[in-house]
């Protein structure tokens, strides 16, 4: 195990204030841990986007408001052009407006993220999370 360092970070109250409570919800003992997960979180979405190449497997998650005039026709469009990655996918009707899509993914991990970027310019989208983890 490699030695433990001491650091002093600059934030905004209110932000620490938001952090602490979340880390606290999540069952973290301490402000430490809770840095340290989302320190390697952090690190590992990096690598997977800049570094990691070969086959992967996850999923995209996306927040919309399917009322956005031509979204859903794009959202089709896109899909279809990365049939090759994209194994399954699942609509939820969140409210009248608000829909949550997961995308199941497997593939290479470029195509997958050609499909992010694809799909991170549509309008519309209010969020979008990614969770992949390369195949070894």
Same mark, same amino acid.
């Given at each position: 195990?490699?030695?433990?360092? %001491? @650091?002093?970070?600059s934030v905004p109250m209110e932000? !620490? %204030?938001? @952090?602490?409570?979340?880390?606290?919800?999540?069952?973290?003992?301490?402000?430490?841990?809770a840095i340290q997960v989302a320190?390697?979180?952090? =690190?590992?979405?990096?690598?997977?986007?800049?570094?990691?190449?070969?086959?992967?497997?996850? &999923? *995209?998650? !996306? @927040? @919309?408001? /399917? $009322?956005?005039?031509? !979204?859903?026709?794009?959202?089709? /469009?896109? +899909?279809?052009?990365?049939?090759?990655?994209? $194994?399954?996918?699942? /609509?939820?009707?969140?409210?009248? %407006?608000?829909?949550?899509?997961? *995308? &199941?993914?497997?593939?290479?991990?470029? %195509?997958?993220?050609?499909?992010?970027?694809?799909?991170?310019? *549509?309008?519309? =989208?209010? +969020? =979008?999370?990614?969770?992949? $983890?390369?195949? =070894?």
């Amino acid at each position: 195990m490699s030695p433990v360092v %001491r @650091f002093g970070v600059s934030v905004p109250m209110e932000l !620490l %204030r938001e @952090f602490d409570e979340v880390a606290k919800k999540m069952g973290f003992k301490d402000r430490s841990k809770a840095i340290q997960v989302a320190m390697r979180n952090l =690190i590992s979405d990096y690598r997977w986007m800049h570094e990691i190449s070969g086959e992967s497997a996850g &999923a *995209i998650l !996306l @927040f @919309f408001d /399917h $009322t956005i005039k031509g !979204l859903e026709d794009s959202l089709t /469009h896109v +899909q279809h052009h990365y049939i090759d990655v994209i $194994t399954s996918a699942m /609509h939820i009707h969140l409210d009248e %407006r608000n829909c949550l899509e997961i *995308i &199941a993914l497997r593939g290479d991990s470029n %195509r997958i993220k050609e499909l992010m970027k694809a799909l991170s310019s *549509i309008r519309g =989208i209010k +969020q =979008i999370k990614v969770i992949i $983890t390369s195949i =070894i």
